[in-house]
């Protein structure tokens, strides 16, 4: 077995990060190559400058290359903004008659059926995921290759997204000389990265908090089941912040990480922040607490927010693996007490675990997603070598699917 080298690309709100990840003969995951950022040309999770978050990129992939020593060519890249959303869908089919045995072939034809679902001209599907499979009548099926059967259903999660916001973060991407060996929705790359597999077959919500959005999703019976990507997240406490002190942005930035806590509670009323570390020419004193009651209020209308989307997917309650928090902004005083008040679950703070290398320096929340990438392009086909391509069935009817998919998105 040849090392491999997987390269993600979390191309967020406040932040670029690239990891170059190496998978070494025993199989173990090393991390040999990161670089950051800060973001330019992104409103949301969505490219406002596509010069900018091409710059952006380009510095990040810099960092990244010379730490490694590897020069980056191709990436998984994760996708995000408010524009994501998604539907479960079923796909039935007849098994030949001639051949009553489950083959991949019949799970591909499933899964079409299953896409086959009315989108506007303006939308286009990112993912299709088989959620699980049921063969004439029984459910709980998650391998059926080889079963015998009549009648055959699949049950998939489709998520979609505007088709320019997709299509202009992939020319940002090419721009920076990149070849996109597959785009992720943020939420799955996350989930990848700090969710256990009890978790998700027990029932548990996903809260990751970027800079720009938060994304939401909720896993049911080893699968997911709800995805959605929230217009709000950590900028918005930092603006919230700077109008409430009346204090410039990067100084409001610099207070939230430094003295933010998100329960005033526990704030004595005689803690003053001392501003003039921040701003030399400035000696005023800003209560602590003051600073807190902003922090919840957001915090507050955050987490609402999420409750409700829950309450859509219909799993409100029935959770009881409970909810992970992850994402820059996770990484708040106080907001896990938060979460778990205002969303009546238990709750645990997600950060990516298991990893070797240069893990130290991105074993936080923050890096949930960029982590979550390498991960996702670990278990996925794309990144095989050609040698083992061969020996994989589902290798080609993925392939197929991804290059009429990227076909469709250049083609007129």
């Given at each position: 077995m040849q090392e491999r080298v997987i390269v993600g690309i979390d191309v967020g709100t406040t932040k670029v990060c690239v990891l170059v990840g190496e998978l070494d003969r025993d199989g173990k995951l090393n991390i040999v190559g990161v670089g950051t950022c800060p973001s330019q040309g992104?409103?949301?999770?969505?490219?406002?400058n596509i010069e900018e978050t091409v710059t952006s990129i380009g510095a990040a992939l810099d960092r990244a290359e010379r730490l490694s020593g590897k020069k980056i060519v191709s990436a998984c890249v994760g996708i995000a903004g408010s524009h994501i959303s998604s539907e479960n869908s079923k796909g039935f089919v007849a098994i030949s008659p001639n051949h009553r045995d489950i083959v991949q072939n019949d799970i591909s034809r499933a899964m079409e059926v299953a896409q086959a679902i009315a989108l506007p001209a303006n939308r286009e599907v990112i993912h299709a995921i088989p959620r699980g499979y049921v063969v004439d009548g029984q459910e709980g099926i998650k391998n059926p290759i080889g079963m015998s059967g009549f009648r055959f259903e699949v049950e998939a999660h489709i998520i979609t997204g505007s088709v320019s916001s997709v299509h202009n973060l992939i020319k940002c991407v090419n721009k920076a000389?990149?070849?996109i060996e597959d785009l992720v929705v943020e939420p799955l790359a996350s989930g990848e990265a700090v969710l256990e597999d009890g978790e998700t077959d027990l029932g548990v919500a996903l809260v990751d908090i970027g800079g720009g959005t938060t994304d939401v999703a909720v896993f049911v019976d080893g699968a997911i089941w709800y995805t959605t990507v929230l217009p709000i997240g950590g900028n918005l406490i930092t603006s919230d912040i700077a109008i409430g002190l009346r204090l410039p942005?990067?100084?409001?930035?610099?207070?939230k990480i430094t003295y933010g806590h998100c329960d005033p509670s526990t704030i004595d009323d005689d803690d003053m922040i001392d501003l003039?570390?921040?701003m030399p020419d400035c000696d005023d004193l800003v209560p602590r607490k003051l600073?807190?009651?902003?922090?919840?209020a957001r915090v507050e209308e955050l987490f609402t927010m999420v409750h409700e989307e829950i309450r859509k997917s219909g799993y409100d309650g029935l959770l009881p693996a409970g909810v992970v928090v992850t994402g820059g902004t996770a990484e708040l005083p106080g907001i896990l007490e938060q979460a778990g008040l205002i969303l009546d679950l238990p709750a645990r703070i997600g950060s990516p675990l298991g990893l070797h290398g240069l893990a130290d320096s991105i074993s936080r929340p923050a890096y949930a997603t960029a982590v979550g990438l390498l991960l996702w392009g670990l278990s996925h086909p794309s990144f095989l070598t050609e040698e083992e391509a061969?020996?994989?069935e589902s290798m080609t009817s993925s392939l197929v699917t991804k290059m009429g998919r990227w076909?469709?998105?250049?083609?007129p």
């Open positions: 992104l409103r949301r999770g969505v490219v406002v000389n990149v070849e942005v990067g100084v409001a930035e610099e207070l003039s570390q921040f600073l807190a009651e902003i922090i919840q061969y020996e994989e076909l469709r998105a250049f083609i």
